[in-house]
């Protein structure tokens, strides 16, 4: 039997599809309807009504989560007042997840205020770019643990230039943000082909959460044997 991992704010399911392809059963919630959700179970409802619930979060080996990065990224701070119109429910997550005990990931942007590495404190973190997966893409993200992560793969350095979103020219590295094409180009750096565009822009790839996923497992099992 496949291990349970919860993943609330799970859009279409491109973090869902990375830890399933680790091996977890994976169980989505998002507020909005997601007819394109890939993983094994959808609800939708308030995430954070589900994760406030004990009996609920009984059924779960593992979490994951993306909590709404609008609140914290540098677009959004570029206008002023425009943060502020958002929730940041980072903390909210964590406090939740550890009342409820079991490892979880949360993930996030660049100034999302996540550990970019473990530090002295308890924190675990580790930054994650597609570059790291040989992806011609430079889509940085932030992810902080319950458990130590990795090592984590080598991380290139960005020395070839990257076009505007919507404007790729052969010999520069796509952006996938916004009206992002070519599209084919882009589902191929991302690793996802079931989403529509605007949903493939706010994707998390699955190939860094089934690296964190394979990370889980081992933590799980190393919990198992102690």
């Known amino acids: ?18 830890y399933q392809l680790a091996g977890f059963h994976v169980t989505g919630i998002d507020i909005a309807p997601q007819p394109n959700y890939v993983g094994d179970e959808f609800i939708q409802g308030d995430a954070i009504e589900y994760l406030a619930d004990p009996a609920f979060m009984a059924r779960f080996d593992a979490a994951g989560g993306s909590p709404p990065c609008q609140g914290y990224s540098k677009m959004t701070r570029c206008r002023p007042g425009l943060a502020a119109e958002y ?29 970019a590495q473990d530090d002295l404190f308890g924190a675990y973190g580790v930054v994650l770019c597609s570059c790291m997966f040989d992806r011609e893409l430079y889509r940085l993200r932030l992810f902080e643990a319950s458990f130590p992560i990795g090592p ?34 882009a589902r191929e750096v991302m690793g996802i082909d079931w989403t529509t565009r605007d949903e493939l822009a706010e994707s998390i790839p699955p190939y860094m959460t089934e690296f964190l996923g394979a990370c889980l497992l081992e933590h799980l099992a190393s919990e198992e044997a102690a």
């Open 152 to 185: 984590a793969p080598f991380h290139p350095r960005h020395d070839k230039p990257a076009s505007k979103a919507g404007h790729w020219e052969p010999g520069t590295v796509i952006s996938v943000a916004g009206n992002c094409s070519p599209i084919a180009l």
């Open 1 to 18: 039997m496949r291990p349970r991992l919860v993943d609330p704010f799970c859009g279409a399911g491109g973090a869902t599809r990375g």
């Open 87 to 115: 929730p940041k429910l980072i903390e909210v997550v964590r406090d939740l997840y550890r009342a409820w005990g079991g490892p979880w990931i949360i993930e996030n942007v660049e100034g999302s205020g996540l550990p």
